[in-house]
């Protein structure tokens, strides 16, 4: 299968000045480190990583912004920061903090000028553009300012903006922060359906652990501006997903609850958060159980934070040796 991402031992460094106005301490800062990665046409990856472990600054590279201190990157065959113009035309990508929508005018206004900067045919842009309202149920807001939409309707409309001119790579970079648990479903499966259907490739960064499990099929972690994981989204799921936080709600004080195999995390007077490894334990039991013992008002499953489970991954993949060579970059 061809590769829509080959990266080899891409590296990125800033330099930064600290001190005052009489004495200033000049230093190098590795962003990123030899990252080396290849990503095959039409595969969902997750890219993911504490702050600061480098992400940004590699996608960054990868959609041509920055240009690399050392090694090579190649995107559909193109070099980013080289013949980034043409790169443009051939990928999509999506900033949950930046928007690529105009912010008092309706996406409909966007979605024109878009177009018109990518040269579409007028032809081609209106079946593209109606097969993207329909699939994103666009409709309703087509019409509305930007500014005027819900976080869930902008970001919908966000994704849809980027696939106008039918990209092969799609970088999507938090594009569920801030969203409910019915706006972050909703997108999840929108993103997957593309990915599947029309054999989009897709780079995702997410600090939701949710993201990665319903939008991709291999997951890469960094950290230092390293990768200290390649594997499937599967094998992770395995490994290092088992533990899950069940949050329990009470219309009386919390009672006394002794659970097996369940770790009481927090309590307060109307609210516990258990944690709970569904290796040992099925979560239905534990919610059976706690339902049977009080007057529970509400019961939430999540996935504990994503940083979490990259301290394990990062713990259990030679923490010292990565820790030490990042040291020895500085």
């Given at each position: ?7 080899n ?13 009489f ?21 969902s ?34 070099t980013?920061?080289k ?17 690529q929508?105009?912010?008092?005018l ?12 990518y ?11 109606q ?31 980027s696939?106008l ?60 501006g ?40 927090e ?64």
């Amino acid at each position: 299968m061809s590769k829509a991402i080959e990266v080899n031992s891409l590296s990125k460094k800033f330099v930064v000045t600290t001190g005052g106005l009489f004495k200033r301490d000049v230093r190098d800062v590795w962003a990123v480190k030899n990252i080396s990665l290849a990503i095959d046409a039409g595969q969902s990856v997750a890219f993911i990583g504490p702050n600061g472990a480098g992400k940004s600054t590699t996608i960054k590279m990868l959609t041509g912004i920055l240009e690399p201190t050392s090694g090579t990157a190649s995107i559909l065959g193109l070099t980013p920061w080289k013949e980034r113009t043409r790169l443009a035309m051939s990928i999509g990508a999506v900033f949950g903090q930046r928007s690529q929508l105009w912010y008092h005018l309706p996406p409909a206004d966007t979605f024109d000028l878009l177009a018109k900067i990518y040269g579409l045919d007028s032809k081609i842009y209106r079946a593209r553009r109606q097969l993207l309202i329909e699939n994103f149920n666009l409709a309703p807001i087509l019409s509305t300012q930007v500014r005027k939409l819900s976080l869930g309707q902008r970001m919908k409309a966000e994704i849809a903006a980027s696939l106008l001119h039918r990209p092969r790579v799609l970088f999507l970079d938090e594009p569920t922060i801030g969203l409910d648990v019915v706006a972050r479903m909703e997108l999840r499966e929108l993103i997957r359906n593309w990915n599947t259907e029309d054999g989009l490739t897709i780079l995702l960064t997410s600090h939701d652990a949710g993201d990665i499990e319903a939008v991709a099929e291999r997951v890469i972690v960094v950290n230092h501006g390293q990768v200290v994981l390649d594997d499937t989204v599967a094998n992770m799921r395995r490994d290092y997903l088992g533990t899950k936080i069940l949050e329990v709600k009470f219309h009386d004080c919390v009672p006394a609850i002794d659970l097996g195999g369940v770790a009481v995390v927090e309590r307060s007077d109307y609210v516990l958060k258990l944690e709970v490894d569904t290796s040992r334990t099925p979560i239905q039991k534990v919610m059976n159980d706690v339902v049977q013992t009080a007057n529970v008002a509400d019961i939430t499953i999540e996935d504990p934070p994503l940083e979490s489970i990259i301290a394990h991954i990062y713990g259990s993949h030679h923490a010292q040796e990565i820790q030490e060579a990042y040291e020895d970059s500085r």
